[in-house]
């Protein structure tokens, strides 16, 4: 066990968020090169990692209903009503009976290039515009996707409440300009950090503004650090620990200043998804130019070489100094996951939590991906323990 993270002197356990609508999502298939396969981002994920939770002691807290400004201030108004509604039209298109496809599948995918300069239009049939907003084949939506999707960002903003309002007084202060003030630390506010976790699913880090897939619908932790924002955070770095590169939380966020994203993943280039983003080279642009950092590692890469990385993630973070972090916990770098040939360790998990934490700043964990459903509850309790025990470490 993990005397440090138990110990109340030093930390109280972080809560958890979540609801449980984000069981609807029922994705049922992946299509892979045209085979529709079993996928891998199912139901239990919760289940298993909610019940390690409560074993370990941490309270749980539910989700409320998402701000609709939230959403909005990552994603357009475009690809929030096209999830809203797609799976309504391709009931109503008929297509569960002719071809026999019950969840919404994408065909035609209306690339810049294929347009050459003309505006995207909307097509009038669903199994057309299934592809308006879609970049891949292995994001299927059903009846319940879009409740569970805004119930992961309704997790993802209730964390952000908890930590806020932990952190900082009434949110963003009054500076001598009339300007924001920034982040002020509440009168008690002399022990570790304030933390909390969102148990998202369906996770988001592969979503951008207008574009999902990758397992993913909306950015949870870019609709965190947004709200962080909101609340009085003026600078935020968002790490990322899953196994894939979060290619949406980098989009969303290369030409901005105020948020550092860094991300230690399976090197693309070796082959694996997103394939097309996540290279070293990618280091941001306009006011962003420097605030985006990649860190490919080797599909075998185990415990040394990815906590390098981690170490590498967070002193970077820390000399950005940011007011508030944002971690994206995939936990799927795991040695027997089933989606990435990474071989860390439980105790590699714990140690980049250390890392992480040890940034002692107000912090949102999010859930983004994990597969091997035997270990995935323990893992995500281990990052968690270390998160707690470098916060407490960073506060001494
Ligand atoms: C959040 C997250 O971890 N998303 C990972 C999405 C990666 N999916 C890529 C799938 C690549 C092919 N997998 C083969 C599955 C065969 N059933
Ligand atoms: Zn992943």
């Not at 050459?116 to 907003?133: K, S």
């Not at 009846?143 to 009434?170: Q, Y």
Request: glycine share 12%.
């Amino acid at each position: 066990m993990h005397p440090v993270a138990h110990d109340p002197t030093t930390v109280a356990p972080i809560p958890f968020v979540w609801h449980p609508r984000t069981r609807r999502h029922i994705p049922s298939a992946e299509i892979w090169l045209g085979v529709r396969t079993p996928g891998t981002e199912v139901v239990e994920r919760v289940n298993v990692i909610r019940e390690a939770l409560i074993r370990a002691g941490h309270p749980e807290v539910t989700a409320g209903d998402p701000d609709p400004q939230a959403l909005l201030a990552v994603h357009s108004a475009g690809l929030i009503e096209h999830l809203r509604t797609i799976h309504d039209a391709w009931v109503v298109g008929g297509y569960t009976t002719d071809p026999g496809q019950d969840r919404v599948v994408p065909y035609v995918f209306p690339t810049e290039a294929m347009l050459g300069g003309l505006p995207v239009r909307r097509p009038t049939a669903a199994h057309a515009r299934a592809g308006q907003y879609c970049y891949d084949t292995m994001t299927l939506i059903g009846p319940g996707t879009w409740d569970a999707v805004e119930a992961a960002a309704g997790a993802a903003l209730t964390a952000v409440d908890l930590v806020a309002t932990a952190a900082w007084v009434d949110g963003p202060g009054e500076g001598p300009d009339g300007g924001p003030e920034g982040p002020r630390r509440a009168p008690d506010g002399h022990g570790a950090s304030p933390m909390a976790y969102a148990l998202c699913r369906p996770p988001g880090h592969h979503a951008a503004r207008e574009a999902f897939g990758g397992s993913c619908y909306l950015n949870n932790a870019a609709i965190a650090a947004e709200a962080l924002r909101a609340r009085g955070a003026r600078r935020l770095a968002v790490l990322d620990i899953d196994a894939h590169h979060g290619n949406g939380t980098q989009a969303i966020f290369y030409n901005r200043g105020d948020v550092f994203y860094g991300s230690v993943h399976v090197d693309p280039g070796a082959g694996w998804f997103p394939h097309y983003m996540g290279f070293a080279d990618e280091t941001g642009f306009h006011g962003g130019d420097g605030a985006n950092l990649n860190i490919p590692v080797p599909p075998r890469a185990g415990d040394d070489r990815w906590l390098e990385a981690v170490q590498e993630l967070t002193e970077s973070a820390r000399a950005f100094r940011p007011d508030a972090l944002v971690v994206s916990l995939g936990v799927d770098a795991a040695v027997d996951d089933p989606e990435s040939p990474l071989r860390v360790t439980r105790d590699g998990l714990r140690a980049a939590g250390i890392l992480l934490g040890g940034l002692g700043v107000p912090t949102v964990a999010v859930q983004e991906g994990g597969y091997h459903l035997k270990s995935l509850g323990i893992l995500v309790v281990d990052t968690l323990a270390g998160l707690a025990e470098g916060a407490a470490r960073a506060a001494r």
